[in-house]
């Protein structure tokens, strides 16, 4: 398609062919989603009914750290493995040390992330009985770590490298470190031990949201950090 | 149920959309984005499926919770694809192929 000309380029036959078909696809799953029969969920009643086993008064967040730990375990699990192929295809790129930052944008700097960090805080806690958990706290942390980045703090070149890691795999260990713990207690793989389940979950995703939110700001950052100049290995 | 009809079919026109232009365009950057309006087509047909009106019963929390974690892995499964897409244009000698059809050749056909 053409930006600068007056009207669009003229679809060929076979763009008009490949249009063709998938309106048809999409009235096709239009009539699915119209013809099936109205909101009636199933799985509500029997979360409702293992509600009081699973450790948390949230029926999300018992689904989503208790009836189907083990897709939360795999989906922590796919978002290191995306830290871990950035950082094995690129380094960080970042404009040299000594660039003026303006004050308005570090007045916003330091009033937001602390109450970013904070409110990540709260909605991690907040998880275990309304809306809110390690996904939503993570991208808030996510968004406070961009917010940091772009600012390009000259404090952010002196972040040992380890720290990073670390904090990386810190909700992955512990999810597998809890699942591992209560194989062992209970037999069962995220099992969790009767009347314990509050506390681990909570853990789980104290960690795991430490660690979402670390891995959406470096993917922002795009790269592992680059050893000479930024971010290098501090004693 | 009038208004998950309403959020499911703008769910299904954004995957049209994004499937169509996923076809028809080469450029990586193209690509990823349409897959990315894909996505949000489908999180909203999920979460539009679990909609109950204020006051008859309980939310269905399996689809909120796929959603909720799939947004995240939807993001970082973009970061990816477009590290990746900036290395392929580092490393091939060639401009991109949507680039050529854009500027120079616009008769090019697109196939």
Not at chain 1, 169 to 180: C, N
Request: net charge neutral; aromatic share 8%.
């Amino acid at each position: 398609m053409s930006r600068t000309g007056k009207s669009h380029k003229r679809l060929d036959g076979f763009q008009r062919l490949l249009l063709l078909l998938v309106i048809c696809m999409v009235m096709l799953l239009g009539y699915i989603i119209w013809s099936t029969p109205g909101s009636k969920p199933v799985l509500t009643d029997a979360v409702a009914q293992m509600q009081e086993y699973s450790g948390v008064e949230s029926p999300v967040t018992a689904v989503l750290l208790n009836f189907r730990g083990y897709d939360t375990l795999l989906e922590v699990m796919v978002l290191l493995l995306a830290v871990i192929g950035t950082w094995s295809l690129t380094e960080a790129f970042f404009p040299v040390q000594g660039s003026e930052i303006s004050p308005v944008q570090m007045g916003a700097v330091r009033l937001l992330a602390p109450v970013m960090c904070l409110v990540a805080a709260y909605l991690v806690w907040q998880g275990s009985h309304l809306a809110g958990g390690a996904f939503q706290g993570g991208a808030i942390l996510g968004a406070a770590g961009v917010l940091v980045l772009v600012t390009e703090l000259p404090g952010l070149r002196t972040i040992p490298v380890l720290s990073l890691r670390i904090g990386l795999v810190l909700g992955p260990l512990l999810f597998t470190g809890t699942a591992l713990f209560c194989l062992f207690i209970t037999g069962d793989l995220l099992g969790y031990p009767k009347g314990a389940g509050g506390w681990m979950i909570l853990l789980v995703e104290t960690g795991c949201a430490v660690s979402i939110g670390l891995t959406l700001a470096l993917l922002f950052a795009g790269g592992r950090p680059d050893k000479e100049s930024i971010w290098k290995n501090n004693p | 149920m009038i208004t998950t009809l309403i959020y499911s079919l703008t769910g299904l026109i954004l995957f049209g959309m994004g499937f169509f232009t996923l076809i028809i365009h080469s450029h990586p950057l193209r690509k990823i984005l349409a897959v990315n309006v894909m996505s949000t087509g489908v999180f909203l047909i999920l979460v539009a499926t679990a909609y109950i009106p204020l006051g008859e019963g309980e939310i269905d929390p399996v689809p909120h919770a796929m959603v909720l974690t799939g947004i995240v892995v939807s993001v970082s499964v973009t970061a990816l694809a477009l590290i990746l897409a900036c290395r392929i244009q580092e490393t091939s000698n060639s401009s991109l192929p949507g680039r050529k059809q854009q500027g120079e050749v616009p008769e090019e056909s697109i196939r």
